[in-house]
């Protein structure tokens, strides 16, 4: 029977992939993705998971343990957070080309400088352009369900690549919450045995990882394009089976929220949706007809339901939680995906680029408040008044006074 847990994303993780009945982990401790190896260790020892962990003596090492692992067969997991993430950037284009479906935990943290550890998107996206699959996960149910998803997906003998499983460090990696653990037999029923076509085997040998002529890398290349356009339809398979085994819905790639009348809409991806939400209830008590579309996958990146779903709205204010020094319009990298995805399409609303949430602070009620009235002046005057936007830096509005009257007014008495 399924049974219901307190917990945080970390925990979730690691029941996930107790259930997978993962092979091999390699880990190396750095905060705040830490905390899930500590927990397999403990489980490890306890005699309630059959795997090998095996500790790097660094990233880069780590990532190729769980490298070489793969190439043996086994079903294989490792992670980090921020520097740790850039530190073993060579091999995550090796993972993906050999088709090697090794799951990656990512605890987002802020780069250096500052270096003040807190959660920031910046880390995961530096990587985007190696062939991983990968999305955020806004709190620990979402956490167990997309690991468990990614396995799915990413070893499908048609897809055969990596996953990270990210989610916003210390909201969502260290903040107890409560979800659902599946039991065994459900999870059986929808994750098969992993069973690679490929494996390092003596007694049938492969060659692996070679080195190849110049002429030989663009076929290669185009096929791990071709590869990473099945995804999607995987993902939708993944997802609906997930919802019949599982009996947790989800929304492939976009959800909606409050977004049946709105002339608005919140566009961002992560932990932050959910006080998104929250603030999305208040304003709407002030009047502002804004909802919120939260982005469950990055890559592949969604851009055909994007482009569908926005063309809906007057004014789509992207929220980046990350950082892209010199990008156009001083947006960030999820702003300009989402431009990107929107630019061949008719009717599409004005996109306005917002970062906030950088290094750890939380997106407040006035901050959502304010962003709000800064998409209301675009909507008034028909067009993009400012390009891009760093809440609480370049504001060119503080607006956010009558919706904190409105939220005073509609709170609940005591």
Not at 60 to 76: D, K, L, N, V
Not at 77 to 101: L, M, Q
């Amino acid at each position: 029977m399924p049974i219901k847990k307190k917990g945080t994303g970390l925990t979730a993780v690691a029941d996930a992939w107790q259930l997978a009945d993962i092979d091999v982990s390699a880990s190396y401790p750095i905060r705040p993705y830490t905390a899930v190896m500590a927990e397999l260790a403990k489980r490890i020892a306890n005699g309630a998971m059959n795997c090998e962990m095996v500790h790097g003596e660094g990233e880069h090492a780590q990532f190729s343990i769980a490298h070489g692992a793969s190439m043996a067969g086994a079903r294989a997991t490792t992670g980090s957070s921020g520097v740790g993430v850039t530190y073993a950037f060579e091999t995550y284009s090796p993972i993906a080309g050999s088709r090697c479906p090794i799951q990656a935990l990512i605890g987002d943290r802020t780069l250096d400088p500052p270096g003040d550890f807190g959660s920031e998107h910046t880390d995961c996206l530096t990587l985007r352009d190696n062939g991983w699959i990968y999305g955020w996960a806004q709190d620990a149910q979402e956490s167990l369900d997309n690991s468990l998803m990614c396995f799915r997906i990413g070893e499908d003998p048609d897809v055969m690549l990596p996953q990270i499983v990210a989610m916003d460090g210390y909201f969502v990696t260290h903040i107890a919450q409560d979800y659902i653990m599946p039991d065994q037999a459900q999870v059986d029923k929808y994750l098969p045995k992993f069973n690679p076509k490929f494996r390092l085997d003596v007694n049938n040998p492969v060659i692996m990882g070679p080195q190849i002529e110049p002429e030989m890398g663009p076929p290669l290349e185009w096929d791990r394009h071709v590869v990473m356009t099945k995804v999607k339809e995987k993902i939708v398979q993944a997802t609906k089976e997930f919802a019949q085994v599982f009996g947790r819905a989800y929304a492939p790639f976009v959800e909606e929220y409050m977004t049946d009348d709105a002339d608005m809409v919140f566009v961002l991806q992560g932990a932050h949706a959910v006080t998104c939400r929250s603030a999305i209830k208040y304003l709407r008590e002030a009047g502002y007809k804004v909802g919120m579309c939260r982005i469950r996958w990055f890559r592949p990146f969604p851009d055909e339901d994007i482009a569908q779903i926005l063309t809906k709205f007057k004014v789509a204010g992207v929220i980046d939680t990350g950082t892209s020094y010199g990008a156009p319009c001083a947006g960030g990298v999820l702003s300009n995906e989402v431009k990107a995805a929107m630019s061949e399409i008719k009717n599409k609303p004005i996109i306005q680029s917002f970062t906030s949430g950088l290094g750890g602070e939380t997106i407040t009620h006035d901050e959502f408040f304010a962003m709000a009235e800064m998409m209301k002046e675009t909507l008034n005057a028909g067009k993009l008044i400012q390009s891009g936007t760093w809440v609480n830096f370049n504001d060119y509005h503080e607006g956010a006074s009558q919706i904190n009257t409105a939220k005073t007014e509609a709170a609940p008495s005591k």
